[in-house]
């Protein structure tokens, strides 16, 4: 069956950086499109990166834009949303998501993916 694990998450200052993992399983990844989300508390799921099952299509948004990068291995059927220069306000609950679609964003909306992986907590704190 579809399944998404996330791992990478923690505690880093600000300044810092990270890089989350989505290993995959029960599709392959280049027949979907990967989305990355993040839930701060009390705040909606915010889109923060994609990427096209092609891999020739990644979105960022503009919270993130300049410090964040999306790449995957086929091989190993994961991807990974690497963001540097952390930031406090990048605080949150990190998911990433399978496309019900090829492409992605933008936008980048919650109802177009379809298998959500169990959520990485990232705190920004000194």
């Known amino acids: 069956q579809v399944q998404l694990v996330e791992s990478g998450g923690g505690l880093v200052q600000p300044g810092g950086s990270l890089r989350l993992s989505c290993k995959a399983s029960g599709f392959t990844l280049n027949y979907y499109a990967i989305g990355w989300f993040r839930q701060a508390p009390g705040k909606g799921r915010e889109g923060v990166s994609c990427i096209s099952a092609s891999g020739d299509t990644t979105y960022y948004a503009d919270s993130v834009k300049g410090r964040a990068t999306i790449s995957r291995v086929l091989t190993n059927n994961t991807v990974y949303l690497q963001i540097n220069n952390l930031r406090p306000e990048d605080t949150a609950v990190y998911f990433c998501?399978?496309?019900?679609?090829?492409?992605?964003?933008?936008?980048?909306?919650?109802?177009?993916?379809?298998?959500w992986g169990q959520g990485a907590q990232v705190t920004v704190s000194s």
């Open positions: 998501a399978k496309g019900a679609l090829r492409l992605c964003g933008p936008p980048l909306r919650v109802n177009e993916h379809d298998y």
